[in-house]
């Protein structure tokens, strides 16, 4: 079975055919650069552009970096432009895409559930933690497998700062910093987290997760264990893909 996601984040708008029996695109992922600024407007554009570049007629999985409500409300925009607020996206989106039924989902949990069914998650109980660590650091939280969604934990206060601000990839582009300079702020994330929550495991996603040879080695003293995502940066598209069937 082939539905479409589509991952809208704080750098590109990116999207393919999910095929669900394997958890894996079934086309070659589509990439346009997410506009400045991201206005509900413009991004609809680059959305559509997606998914017309493959011609697709069918139901759609939109990922938002920001939290989601009943599969349709946006309420919160920490990366895109703050008049995507009170949008209902399903219907915004769904029009500008010729009436396509379309889910919107928060960007980690998508990544999330796609990790738990196809990835490092799988078949993994108790309490499980997916960080995505890109423009912003997002998360998904699990319990025995059942999601609880829109936690945002990428916004929790770390030494006086939004913690995203510090530790995602973003901020260690913006700042030159090292891997090791880096990893010591994530391992300062990490255990603000485990203290809240003190998960089994975490999995590191995002596009950063293609390349955790580079740090995660160097994060020491979490009592967790710790892995990279292993649909790395296409999990949002899978999982998007996967929310769409439960529209």
Request: with cysteine; aromatic share 6%.
């Amino acid at each position: 079975m082939h539905i479409f996601g589509v991952d809208i984040g704080g750098s590109g708008i990116k999207g393919a055919p999910v095929d669900l029996d394997l958890g894996d695109l079934a086309d070659e992922r589509y990439k346009v650069l997410t506009p400045h600024p991201s206005t509900p407007d413009s991004v609809a554009d680059g959305v559509k552009e997606v998914v017309d570049h493959f011609g697709w007629t069918g139901p759609v999985g939109i990922t938002f970096p920001g939290v989601v409500t009943g599969g349709a409300t946006i309420r919160t925009a920490a990366n895109v432009d703050k008049s995507w607020i009170d949008v209902d996206a399903r219907t915004f989106l769904g029009d500008r895409l010729g009436g396509l039924p379309v889910t919107v989902v928060n960007d980690a949990d998508a990544a999330g559930v796609a990790e738990m069914r196809f990835g490092a998650g799988r078949d993994r109980q108790g309490t499980v933690i997916m960080l995505t660590f890109g423009t912003g650091i997002g998360s998904a939280l699990f319990c025995d497998g059942v999601l609880v969604p829109n936690t945002e934990l990428g916004h929790l206060e770390l030494h006086g700062h939004d913690a995203e601000t510090r530790a995602s990839t973003k901020a260690k582009d913006d700042e030159e910093l090292t891997w090791e300079h880096w990893a010591k702020r994530v391992t300062k994330y990490l255990a603000h987290v485990e203290m809240l929550f003190s998960p089994e495991l975490f999995i590191i996603g995002g596009g950063v997760s293609r390349k955790s040879q580079k740090f995660l080695h160097l994060i020491e003293d979490i009592k967790a264990e710790i892995v990279p995502a292993q649909l790395q940066n296409n999990a949002g598209i899978v999982g998007a893909a996967m929310r769409a069937t439960k529209a």
